[in-house]
């Protein structure tokens, strides 16, 4: 047990300092995502609670934060206020049904992340090229710091007089803005300084600490956490151990309308919230060069969701930038995210009064430095060094993660680094051609045949004016799916209708294995025989560790 214990807890000090700081900064971010999905933000930090525990301690990535993130939370805002809809609409109407759904939602979300960890689905993350992730990196960078730039204001809420509530915004000014700024100056120097005089202090916990002692010693009127969720609606941080919604089953209709109506939010969430948390993950692993398990992570992230549906919590996923703040404060065990998880429900159950004086200037500034760390801003430096394709597709990552969200950002960041592959793959087909001495033609086909490169494959071929008898050699080509295998099949054809004989050399085996299938006529016209010690290096390069130019043939 003991072993056991040292094992999961190499780092005890600098994780438990970290997840301390950690859940600092995850109750205003967790909050605010509270207020955009409409939800009560103890709903909010209760999910948050469940899912970073549960993903700590099963997770595939050691030093991963998870909790409600906003880009899960922007999904449910519609399906919400939908749901309030459909229960004003039943035989006896039900208040707040749209929670009721939000709940099923998160327990299915959950589902689906588990069968997408079962069925490996995690490891087509390494599919997501490095000028995407820059562009993630970038894009997530600046949503946070506008985050930020957000608590530079305050919420209003206005009662027109025919009784229509909304929150007027409006940003601070003056002597309330002075002081929020130098608040998150001091905040932010002290991060940068004290780890140059010791880095004994945790630099982002003793921040907080000492700015929040300042705003207390001089009783500076400033936003607090408390006042905070006070103008979002909320009334304070206070809160009861979560416990299984017993409420849900009662009101939640369990028919084909009810799943129809949340399975499309739910794929949806369960998607954004598997790719964040796995570009979260590679971040990690960049920064700690170390290696996480995609799959794992896709079943402990739904574990979480799940649970937390249960217990009457909202959904979510990794958070980058408390993964961020955790890494850097010296996070890098399972323990900084329990610690974490166990704060942050500590603060929910005993010490609510004292986070709620925490003030937001203490937590902006903390936010900022992570920015600023998180940026990666050697890509201006790289932008004119690397291909144009790149250099396209980590600014359009960048721009449609600020403008959209992290999954429609990823998805278009991958297709176009995939189109621009194919169209530089597509251009490398080359035919050599020559004539053996009784007049054969020979065809050395070189570089990758794919649906790509088709077109300019068929264009080397000159069936009617080539001789009798033709020869395609393959060992320099790599014939890769099945648009190749068709065009293979269609010149054999054209050369057959011509009364030509035609003979294939060098496929690979299981292009072989389809022509076969495909028609008899492969029987006669492939040339098994090899003779030609290129192809056994070829298709054997284990026998052969050496450069070639270093065997004698």
């Known amino acids: 047990m003991t072993e056991f214990i040292k094992k999961i807890t190499p780092n005890a000090k600098d994780d438990i300092l970290a997840g301390i700081t950690v859940s ?51 999904i449910f805002v519609t399906m919400i206020a939908e749901g309030h809809e459909k229960g004003m609409l039943f035989d006896t109407p039900i208040d707040n049904m749209g929670y009721f759904y939000l709940l099923a939602c998160v327990i299915l979300m959950g589902i689906i992340q588990v069968f997408a960890g079962v069925f490996k689905l995690g490891r087509f993350v390494r599919l997501i090229p490095h000028s995407v992730m820059m562009g993630f990196v970038n894009g997530l960078a600046i949503v946070i710091f506008w985050a930020q730039v957000k608590m530079f204001s305050h919420k209003t809420l206005n009662v027109s007089d025919s009784g229509v509530k909304e929150y007027v915004t409006s940003f601070m000014q003056g002597t309330e803005l002075y002081i929020m700024i130098s608040l998150v100056a001091l905040t932010m120097a002290i991060i940068w300084v004290l780890p140059k005089i010791t880095k004994k ?7 907080i600490l000492i700015t929040t002692f300042v705003v ?16 979002g ?36 969430a369960a998607s954004v919230g598997l790719i964040e948390s796995l570009m979260t993950m590679n971040l990690v692993d960049e920064l700690t060069e170390s290696r996480g398990n995609g799959n794992r992570e896709c079943v402990a992230q739904g574990a979480g969701n ?32 329990v610690m974490m998880a166990i704060t942050l ?15 937001i200037a203490a937590l902006v500034g903390v936010m900022f430095m992570m920015v600023i760390e998180t940026f990666a801003w050697s890509s201006f430096r790289i932008l004119k060094k690397i291909p144009k394709s790149d250099a396209f597709v ?108 035609i003979t294939l050399k060098h ?23 090899i003779d030609d010690p290129r192809y056994h290096l070829a298709a054997n390069p284990e026998k052969f560790p050496k450069p070639l130019g270093e065997y004698k043939f």
């Open 201 to 207: 202090l945790p630099a982002s916990l003793t921040a």
């Open 507 to 529: 496929l690979s085996e299981d292009c072989k294995i389809l022509l076969y299938k495909a028609s008899p006529i492969f029987t006669d016209i492939i040339e098994e025989g």
């Open 345 to 359: 429900l500590t603060f929910i159950l005993f010490t609510d009064k004292f986070i709620e004086q925490v003030p």
């Open 24 to 74: 600092l900064a995850m109750i205003p971010e967790v909050v605010a995502f509270a207020f955009v999905a409409q939800i009560d933000p103890l709903v909010a930090l209760s999910g948050a609670f469940i899912i970073g525990l549960i993903t700590a301690i099963f997770g595939g990535r050691p030093g991963l934060i998870s909790g409600a993130a906003g880009a899960v939370a922007v």
């Open 233 to 268: 609606g909320g009334t304070g941080l206070k809160g009861e151990f979560p416990t299984p919604n017993l409420e849900l089953w009662q009101n939640l209709p369990f028919n084909l309308d009810t799943l129809s109506f949340i399975l499309p939010f739910a794929f949806l």
């Open 216 to 231: 207390i010693a001089f009783s500076i009127d400033v936003s607090t956490v408390g006042s905070y969720i006070v103008e």
């Open 394 to 501: 980590l600014i359009t990552v960048s721009a449609v993660t600020v403008i959209y969200d992290l999954a429609i950002a990823v998805f278009v960041g991958v297709i176009i680094s995939a189109l621009a592959f194919a169209w530089e793959n597509a251009k490398k087909i080359r035919a050599r051609k020559r004539f053996k001495a009784d007049g054969t033609k020979i065809y050395e086909i070189w570089g990758p045949l794919f649906f790509g490169s088709i077109s300019a494959f068929n264009e080397k071929f000159d069936v009617k004016n080539d001789p009798d008898v033709i020869e395609i050699d393959f060992v320099e080509a790599r014939v890769s799916d099945h648009s190749a295998i068709e065009a293979i099949f269609a010149l054999v054809e054209k050369y057959h209708a011509a009364g030509k004989k």
């Open 306 to 337: 799940i649970v937390s549906g249960l217990f009457g919590g909202t959904g979510g996923c990794g958070m980058i930038g408390q993964t961020v703040i955790n890494i850097n404060a010296g996070g890098r065990g399972r323990l900084s995210g």
